[in-house]
T-cell receptor
Framework: DGGITQSPKYLFRKEGQNVTLSCEQNLNHDAMYWYRQDPGQGLRLIYYSQIVNDFQKGDIAEGYSVSREKKESFPLTVTSAQKNPTAFYLC?????????????FGPGTRLTVL | AQSVTQLGSHVSVSEGALVLLRCNYSSSVPPYLFWYVQYPNQGLQLLLKYTTGATLVKGINGFEAEFKKSETSFHLTKPSAHMSDAAEYFCAVSEPNDKIIFGKGTRLHILP
């Protein structure tokens, strides 16, 4: 089955530590996205990538970093510079050209900073 | 620039009653429009989408939405609410070859 996987489902981190969230897709999509979701704030775009080895900052990139070394993978690192990292993180992918930009989502990772 | 406004961050309806979730958009060209649903602690799932053609779009779980260009609206409806419809719903817009923009979401509560 084609889809997007995110791991782990739940993640706990001590304050001051970096942590990496995994996102893998086998849909052969060019574009991948990371969103942060907090109660009552909808989806906020952190980073996105439309092609391998290239990515752009979204609306709330400070304190986060990404890489796109493979088409299938788009890991997100939450660094110690992120002031309030506790949130639900969603990864998504989409076709870029000739499509509707409909996004397909992974199941999410809930990060809690202790 | 594209934008999406969802009216009402919380909507409550009785089981069996009509569900109406409102969405208005702004776009400089004919848009693509989407409704997604999110159940607690899960990712978003596509309910339905409008690209071109028929303006009344039918989706999964008995939901439908109508694209009204004159009103710049894409409201989501379901004739009879079920307890399992309780979730958060997101309206979204994209322009051809451009990225998707999401609304802030509407949480739907179903009253027994």
């Amino acid at each position: 089955d084609g889809g997007i996987t995110q791991s782990p489902k739940y993640l706990f981190r001590k304050e001051g530590q970096n942590v990496t969230l995994s996102c893998e897709q086998n849909l052969n999509h060019d574009a991948m996205y990371w969103y942060r979701q907090d109660p009552g704030q909808g989806l906020r775009l952190i980073y996105y990538s439309q092609i391998v080895n290239d990515f752009q900052k979204g609306d709330i990139a400070e304190g986060y970093s990404v890489s796109r070394e493979k088409k299938e993978s788009f890991p997100l690192t939450v660094t110690s510079a992120q002031k309030n990292p506790t949130a639900f993180y969603l990864c998504a992918s989409s076709i870029v050209r000739g499509g509707t930009y409909e996004q397909f989502f992974g199941p999410g990772t809930r990060l809690t900073v202790l | 620039a594209q934008s999406v406004t969802q009216l009402g961050s919380h909507v409550s309806v009785s089981e069996g009653a009509l569900v109406l979730l409102r969405c208005n958009y702004s776009s400089s060209v004919p848009p693509y429009l989407f409704w997604y649903v999110q159940y607690p602690n899960q990712g978003l799932q596509l309910l339905l989408k409008y690209t071109t053609g028929a303006t009344l779009v039918k989706g999964i779980n008995g939901f439908e939405a109508e694209f009204k260009k004159s009103e710049t609206s894409f409201h989501l409806t379901k004739p009879s609410a079920h307890m399992s419809d309780a979730a958060e719903y997101f309206c979204a817009v994209s322009e051809p070859n451009d990225k998707i923009i999401f609304g802030k979401g509407t949480r739907l509560h179903i009253l027994p």
